[in-house]
């Protein structure tokens, strides 16, 4: 099987996708965060390097897809291929940090890669307000991201909700983070993979 945990910067990805990996006893993907060459300089001048980190992205995702169908471990991944096209790029096009001209060659490359892969069994959407995702945001330091500006994070907020519920055809499982500690707290963390294991599996669970 192939999981996705979707959602907003700050909204829990990561640690979920841990939580979740050492529960089940799947193999986690991580995003390539840290290591992204380009996403420094992304946050300092948004038109210049919107392009080159877009891509960036797009090239490893797909490369994570193809690593994923050829699996026999059920895999749970953090952020997928679909988030970055229609949200993240998508936002960079609409705010003009993306030309007409870069963001259809960059469509057309996702477009030829989709007839290569499938949908994920699962995307869980981890939806979260603003403020709490600029406290998760703040509490983990990461300087690049103290750059970013508040509208920034509400342009995205809105299209996930936009990619989720309108554009997304695959199978999704909304859980909402505002008031949920599943790091630490256990009965938080079990409300969650209830609800995965009624989706996944069948099996009954409380709303």
């Known amino acids: 099987m192939h999981i996705v945990i979707a959602g907003n910067i700050g909204s829990g990805k990561t640690t979920l996708t841990s939580m979740l990996a050492r529960h089940y006893g799947w193999t986690p993907k991580f995003e390539a965060v840290d ?6 300089d992304y946050y300092h001048d948004i038109p210049r390097w ?4 877009e891509v960036y992205f797009l090239r490893h995702r797909f490369q994570d897809l193809l690593e994923i169908a050829h699996s026999d471990h059920t895999v749970i991944q953090d952020r997928s291929i679909f ?3 229609y949200v993240f790029a998508a936002n960079n096009h609409d705010m003009g940090y993306l030309d007409d001209r870069d963001f259809s060659t960059y469509m057309g490359l996702f477009e030829s890669m989709m007839t290569a892969v499938a949908y994920p069994d699962l995307m869980i959407y981890l939806k979260a307000s603003i403020p709490h995702l600029v406290s998760n945001i703040q509490k983990r330091g990461r300087g690049y991201e103290q750059l970013m ?12 909700d936009d990619f989720i519920y309108q554009k997304y055809k695959g199978k999704v499982l909304t859980v909402e983070v505002d008031q949920l500690d599943f790091l630490n707290r256990p009965s938080d963390f079990a409300r969650i993979v209830d609800r995965i294991d009624s989706q996944l599996f069948g099996l009954f669970s409380p709303q």
Do not use: C
């Not at 290591?35 to 420094?40: G, K, M, Q, R, S």
């Open 35 to 40: 290591y992204n060459p380009y996403l420094e």
């Open 149 to 160: 500006q508040l509208d920034y994070l509400k342009n995205l907020n809105q299209r996930y």
């Open 50 to 53: 919107s392009f080159a980190l």
């Open 83 to 85: 988030e970055g096209v």
